[in-house]
């Protein structure tokens, strides 16, 4: 079944157009590789998704499950189940990652989430990913690594459990341990109900996924889209090709 579908998308921040008419649909049971050089609008396009407010969607269509999103704020989109990683912008003493998770699960489902049952469930997850214990108990973001920083991530998309889940990768350069946690996490969380976008070029991540749909973006674009291979091949050429095509000069 169609999850989402984006017709025509067209997106400026600060009266900069980033996405010039982007086309995408991800149905459920996918997993989907989005590429793309820097500054492609990867990351505007997770945030557009989102709903984030700081992006101005001047044209097209965010359709999720047949329904015009569009328009929708971003805690609608959530409790709708769609999911963008996020990392809290600052280090928060005080607030343990099991109360973080806790509230946010009881915003997006709209009920209380009883603390018992919560820590039941957090154990459970944890222990799929292989997290310690003490971790529920640590302060939110307080002297991550950037392994632990994954971690965080894919603990929430977890106890979230949303339909559409995007996970974008582009920040950092990933260690050994920090890629195992977020393939793992990603291959575990994967149903027939939901689906994953994850922007990605790490040749490890897309080894262990073994994607369904990988789509080449640039320049506010998606102007490719393929199987794995498609992934191998850029990851050999690079974007080249594109940029070529676009009689660019770089
Ligand atoms: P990618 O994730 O593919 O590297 P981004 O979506 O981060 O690309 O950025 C695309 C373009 O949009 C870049 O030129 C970037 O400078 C610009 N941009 C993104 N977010 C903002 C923002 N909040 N304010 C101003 N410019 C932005
Ligand atoms: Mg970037
Ligand atoms: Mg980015």
Known sequence: ???LRITGLKSQV???EILKGLDL???KGEVHVIMGPNGAGKSTLANVIMGS???EVTEGTI???NEDITEDAVNERAKKGIFLSFQAPQEIPGITVENFLRTAKAQITEKPVKAIQFKKELTEKMKELD?????AQRYLNMGYSGGEKKKNEILQMRILNPKLAILDETDSGLDVDAVKIVSKGVIDFKSEDNAIVIITH???ILDYLNPDVVHVMVDGKIVDTGDISLANEINKNGYVKYREAKGEAE
């Open 14 to 16: 600060e009266d900069k």
């Open 1 to 3: 079944a169609e999850l």
């Open 131 to 135: 997290i310690d214990r003490s971790y």
């Open 202 to 204: 790490h040749n490890n």
């Open 53 to 55: 407010p700081k992006y």
């Open 63 to 65: 359709l999720f499950e």
């Open 25 to 27: 649909v991800v149905n």
